[in-house]
């Protein structure tokens, strides 16, 4: 059910479209009497207007069209030029039809232009073939994108929408009161505070989803704003994060325990930088002066030291030491936070920023950057490459049918494909019955159109403007079957003035419109007819593979005798998997669940395998001890990953369907032995908060895929948020 705004922007839509379709029109069939002219203006408008899915404001879509020009003309060309055989048409089709839908990985905008532009080639490479008529071709549809956008900027245009920086300032200002006590927020105020940063409920112009360092930047703060909080979520549920604020004012825990000095020295500067972070993210420019949150952090371990290593009676308690564990790994996520908003605002080259390996975007170059997001996704993995395989074949496919078979008006066949495909079989199947039913009734109602009103044009342009204002509002209003017929009706009195018509122009109508649903139905069915939902379960489990050696890698860093001497493990290939996973979590989620609903918490994956990417970085970062280790304590850690690293490939065997092997090593990590060393607790707390992640998981994981047959599921519900630094959805 669509709500009031979103009736009101297709009202307004239609009136844009048609008022731009018509402006163009008519001029040039009745004025100039050249119906190229015409033709390619009416078809611009309702390329880029109607067919696409442009998100943004007003001003937002009119650049995009803008932009989008030059490509439509290069299109147009290309067209022109391959109209001379069937061959080459089709291998044009192939190349531009996969270009086009693969510019996804680029963002919401190129996304959403794509349909539009693959209608100018499509519109083009259908004979005749007449390469002198290409520049009134060009000239029709600059005319026709350049009063759209016009109509944009000054027809009732669509207002901005609420930023993501707006929403990011809010979510860290949250964040920053939390910390400091100003605030007492249930665990659910805040998971709820984090929500709001999901790219589901960010309009899709503004998501930061672009392959440049700014977008990049803003992504990972608004992942790592997610995660702070949720630990504070997590702490306030525990009672952990009241003890830890009265702990840092010097107040004293409600247990006795005494204040706590180190967690006083790193607690404010915590809350004042998620102030500052705030401010700056409102008023749009990093704030001045070095980053200092790395200077904090390892003051603070080694105050820790002094602490444990002091006299007797100085040592703090073990909850207070695991308080303070708490309080790192916040501040590890501020760090984090603060260093990724300053290249969202920034945008420019940075030097290297620790870690790494999870700030490697800040080195590259804008072409470089392209380049990595192209590669990263030229994989049968990458569900934006499987949809554009898909896309390509099938419009290739109906281009060899059309022009083999020499179909009357059979561009119709091509639009049919690209606007009835689905990223399921079971998604294009509903579409497609509901679209023939629809072409149906409006090729009947045409026929009776043409029949009536005969070869009388004036009564066609009469009827045309206003047909368009309904078509285009009610059939996004009543759904596709409406739509479809509507169109039917539009372009049989739009044909009916270029040249003379009769009853067959709509039974060529249906004729080209059932070939290319069955055509897309035949590719949909052949081509990942699943969709996301094997591939979900398949990057799923591939991350979690990853994530094994990564924990076992991480402790033996830290236990390695002497310290030091272990090299840490690889982080990379696990953050390409991750980024696959999010791909392909993005699109199960946009797919309608199926009459199985799956109940695998897959964000909670996605959350854990960041929280394992983020302690292989942090902790031999801050917590590489300058003495080895206890022996005992050494060997229980290094069990404890290994039970752990036994759990993900565990669940990745239960992702695929796979029975694995029974394993009895289910308990908690064991509680460090020895003096309580700042290393052991923070190694402690981390691998216990995985032991609970990983077992809630494996508690949903059962009901969905236990006993399965490998690659069969069905479709289910979450949200995802894609980005350099991990999930945050």
């Known amino acids: 059910m669509k709500t009031g705004a979103e009736r009101t922007e297709i009202l307004h839509r239609s009136l844009r479209v048609s008022l731009a379709a018509t402006a163009g029109f008519y001029p040039f069939l009745y004025g100039l009497h050249d119906p190229v002219l015409a033709l390619y203006a009416l078809f611009a408008p309702i390329a880029l207007g109607l067919l696409s899915s442009i998100p943004g404001s007003g001003r937002q879509r009119a650049e995009v069209m803008l932009k989008a020009l030059p490509v439509g003309l290069v299109l147009v060309a290309l067209g022109t030029v391959l109209a001379v055989a069937t061959w080459a048409a089709v291998l044009g089709m192939l190349?531009?039809?996969?270009?086009?839908?693969?510019?996804?990985?680029?963002?919401?905008?190129?996304?959403?232009?794509?349909?539009?532009?693959?209608?100018?080639?499509?519109?083009?490479?259908?004979?005749?073939?007449?390469?002198?008529?290409?520049?009134?071709?060009?000239?029709?549809?600059?005319?026709?994108?350049?009063?759209?956008?016009?109509?944009?900027?000054?027809?009732?245009?669509?207002?901005?929408?609420?930023?993501?920086?707006?929403?990011?300032?809010?979510?860290?200002?949250?964040?920053?009161?939390?910390?400091?006590?100003?605030?007492?927020?249930?665990?659910?105020?805040?998971?709820?505070?984090?929500?709001?940063?999901?790219?589901?409920?960010?309009?899709?112009?503004?998501?930061?989803?672009?392959?440049?360092?700014?977008?990049?930047?803003?992504?990972?703060?608004?992942?790592?704003?997610?995660?702070?909080?949720?630990?504070?979520?997590?702490?306030?549920?525990?009672?952990?994060?009241?003890?830890?604020?009265?702990?840092?004012?010097g107040a004293g825990g409600p247990g006795g325990d005494r204040g706590d000095t180190a967690s006083g020295s790193l607690l404010p500067q915590v809350a004042s930088l998620c102030d500052e972070t705030a401010a700056a993210l409102r008023a749009g420019r990093p704030a001045p002066g070095p980053q200092r949150m790395d200077e904090a952090i390892d003051a603070f371990q080694q105050m820790r030291v002094r602490q444990v290593t002091g006299p007797v009676a100085e040592v703090p308690p073990v909850p207070v030491l695991r308080r303070q564990a708490a309080l790192l790994a916040v501040a590890e996520s501020v760090r984090i936070l603060e260093i990724s908003v300053r290249v969202g605002l920034d945008g420019r080259r940075t030097p290297p920023i620790e870690p790494r390996e999870l700030f490697w975007y800040t080195e590259a170059s804008t072409p470089q950057l392209w380049l990595r997001r192209v590669t990263g996704n030229m994989t049968l993995r990458s569900v934006q490459f499987q949809n554009a395989v898909r896309i390509a074949l099938a419009l290739a496919a109906a281009r060899f049918v059309a022009g083999s078979l020499d179909l009357t008006h059979g561009f119709w066949v091509l639009l049919a494909v690209l606007t009835l495909s689905r990223t399921t079989f079971g998604q294009t199947w509903a579409a497609i019955r509901k679209a023939v039913a629809g072409n149906l009734v409006?090729?009947?109602?045409?026929?009776?159109?043409?029949?009536?009103?005969?070869?009388?044009?004036?009564?066609?342009?009469?009827?045309?403007?206003?047909?368009?204002?309904?078509?285009?509002?009610?059939?996004?209003?009543?759904?596709?079957?409406?739509?479809?017929?509507?169109?039917?009706?539009?372009?049989?009195?739009?044909?009916?003035?270029?040249?003379?018509?009769?009853?067959?122009?709509?039974?060529?109508?249906?004729?080209?419109?059932?070939?290319?649903?069955?055509?897309?139905?035949?590719?949909?069915?052949?081509?990942?007819?699943?969709?996301?939902?094997?591939?979900?379960?398949?990057?799923?489990?591939?991350?979690?593979?990853?994530?094994?050696?990564?924990?076992?890698?991480?402790?033996?860093?830290?236990?390695?005798?002497?310290?030091?001497?272990?090299?840490?493990?690889?982080?990379?290939?696990?953050?390409?998997?991750?980024?696959?996973?999010?791909?392909?979590?993005?699109?199960?989620?946009?797919?309608?669940?199926?009459?199985?609903?799956?109940?695998?918490?897959?964000?909670?994956?996605?959350?854990?395998?960041?929280?394992?990417?983020?302690?292989?970085?942090?902790?031999?970062?801050?917590?590489?001890?300058?003495?080895?280790?206890?022996?005992?304590?050494?060997?229980?850690?290094?069990?404890?990953?290994?039970?752990?690293?036994?759990?993900?490939?565990?669940l990745a065997a239960l992702c695929t369907g796979e029975r694995p092997p029974p394993d009895g090593t289910r308990t908690a990590p064991s509680p460090p032995a020895g003096p309580p060393l700042p290393a052991l607790v923070d190694l402690d707390v981390w691998l216990r908060s995985l032991h609970a992640q990983l077992t809630r998981i494996e508690a949903e994981l059962p009901d969905a895929v236990g006993g399965a047959a490998p690659g069969t599921t069905a479709a289910g519900a979450a949200d995802s948020v894609s980005g350099p630094g991990g999930p945050g959805r």
């Open 95 to 249: 190349v531009v039809g996969f270009l086009l839908a693969f510019g996804a990985i680029g963002g919401p905008r190129p996304a959403g232009a794509a349909p539009g532009l693959q209608l100018f080639y499509i519109l083009a490479c259908f004979p005749p073939y007449e390469p002198e008529t290409l520049w009134l071709r060009l000239a029709g549809l600059t005319y026709g994108v350049v009063v759209l956008a016009l109509c944009e900027l000054f027809l009732l245009p669509q207002p901005p929408g609420t930023t993501y920086r707006a929403t990011l300032a809010e979510a860290v200002a949250t964040a920053g009161d939390t910390i400091a006590g100003r605030v007492s927020l249930s665990a659910e105020a805040l998971r709820a505070a984090g929500s709001k940063l999901r790219l589901s409920r960010i309009p899709p112009a503004e998501r930061p989803a672009g392959p440049g360092r700014a977008a990049r930047g803003l992504s990972q703060a608004g992942s790592a704003a997610r995660r702070l909080l949720e630990q504070l979520a997590h702490q306030t549920e525990t009672g952990e994060l009241h003890r830890l604020v009265s702990d840092g004012t």
């Open 442 to 650: 409006g090729a009947v109602a045409a026929g009776a159109l043409l029949i009536g009103l005969g070869q009388h044009t004036e009564a066609y342009a009469a009827i045309l403007a206003p047909g368009m204002l309904i078509a285009f509002a009610l059939g996004p209003l009543l759904g596709i079957a409406w739509a479809q017929g509507l169109f039917t009706l539009v372009v049989a009195t739009a044909f009916a003035q270029i040249s003379p018509a009769s009853w067959r122009l709509a039974e060529a109508r249906i004729v080209d419109v059932v070939t290319g649903s069955a055509i897309g139905l035949l590719c949909a069915m052949l081509a990942w007819p699943a969709g996301a939902r094997r591939e979900v379960r398949r990057t799923m489990a591939e991350l979690l593979h990853e994530c094994g050696p990564l924990i076992r890698g991480t402790v033996g860093v830290l236990t390695a005798v002497p310290p030091g001497s272990a090299p840490p493990p690889p982080t990379l290939p696990a953050l390409h998997r991750l980024r696959l996973a999010e791909s392909a979590y993005d699109q199960f989620r946009s797919e309608p669940a199926g009459s199985t609903p799956v109940h695998a918490d897959w964000h909670g994956v996605l959350i854990a395998a960041n929280q394992i990417l983020l302690g292989a970085q942090w902790l031999p970062r801050f917590d590489l001890p300058s003495d080895s280790l206890p022996p005992e304590a050494a060997d229980r850690a290094r069990a404890g990953a290994r039970a752990l690293a036994r759990t993900t490939d565990r």
